[in-house]
């Protein structure tokens, strides 16, 4: 969820910082990534679970679309949830459309079957921290690698194994540790251009209008699968989805 207190924009915040942290390793079993077409193809549905090393990637923010410049990323935070999630995936499904799962730690492992039904659809997952703390930032770097690292394992479980590719910060709440806490993991830090603030209830029509007015800023959508009555993201999908078909983008994921 995006976070607007104090009119910070979390991208002016972090845009500048200094890249040439020390990079983190964390000694651990891991998972191969579960889409083998990032950055070039398609998602592989229901990847094995081979042990493999991580291999980092960079700890800059991630805005573009792996599908050229009509691409357009799909992206859905804050979930998995029992009530919306299902019918984002049905819609996904019947619009031929892969996104990317923002899914917090906690929801993760409260609903393990959405969690390996993202995966089996095609669709990659996103390490959006246990507890969604949007005041990450403010608080240790202890605290800030521990939501990353036990989110990751935690949706690596519920998954049946398969890794988040991606890191987004609750709020944006990005700092130069947790960018480098992800990118040591393999997760690449993810930002977002069009803010749909589906999570204030503005009215279908109202977030339709903001993807609209809003994607010449950039390719990745924000939405919002949890965190509330989500009837309202649906039903802007139910719109926005064939629109984007008509206007000539094609739908891939952010670049790694």
């Given at each position: 969820m995006a976070r607007h207190s104090g009119g910070r924009s979390w991208y002016g915040k972090v845009a500048g910082a200094a890249l040439g942290v020390t990079m983190l390793a964390v000694g651990a079993s891991v998972y191969t990534a579960q889409a083998e077409g990032v950055n070039g193809g398609s998602a592989r549905a229901g990847a094995s679970a081979k042990p493999a090393a991580v291999q980092r990637v960079s700890p800059a923010i991630a805005h573009a679309s792996d599908a050229g410049p009509r691409g357009v990323n799909i992206t859905v935070d804050d979930g998995p949830d029992p009530r919306w999630t299902p019918e984002v995936l049905d819609l996904l499904r019947e619009h031929g459309v892969k996104?990317?799962?923002?899914?917090?730690?906690?929801?993760?492992?409260?609903?393990?079957?959405?969690?390996?039904?993202?995966?089996?659809?095609?669709?990659v997952l996103c390490d959006h921290s246990v507890s969604h703390d949007t005041a990450m930032d403010r608080k240790s770097e202890a605290y800030q690698s521990k939501e990353i690292l036990d989110a990751e394992r935690m949706i690596t479980e519920a998954s049946g194994g398969v890794r988040p590719l991606y890191y987004?910060?609750?709020?944006?709440?990005f700092t130069p540790h947790s960018r480098a806490v992800a990118a040591s993991?393999?997760?690449?830090?993810?930002?977002?251009?069009?803010?749909?603030?589906?999570?204030?209830?503005?009215?279908?029509?109202?977030?339709?209008?903001?993807?609209?007015?809003?994607?010449?800023?950039?390719?990745?959508?924000?939405?919002?699968?949890?965190?509330?009555?989500?009837?309202?993201?649906?039903?802007?999908?139910?719109?926005?989805?064939?629109w984007l078909k008509e206007e000539g983008y094609s739908f891939g994921f952010p670049v790694r």
């Open positions: 996104a990317t799962f923002c899914v917090t730690g906690v929801q993760a492992q409260a609903h393990p079957g959405l969690v390996k039904e993202i995966v089996a659809e095609g669709h987004r910060a609750p709020g944006g709440a993991r393999g997760m690449r830090p993810l930002g977002w251009n069009v803010d749909t603030k589906d999570f204030e209830q503005p009215g279908a029509d109202a977030i339709v209008e903001t993807v609209r007015r809003e994607l010449p800023n950039g390719p990745t959508i924000l939405f919002h699968d949890a965190g509330g009555d989500r009837a309202q993201t649906v039903e802007a999908l139910r719109r926005v989805l064939p």
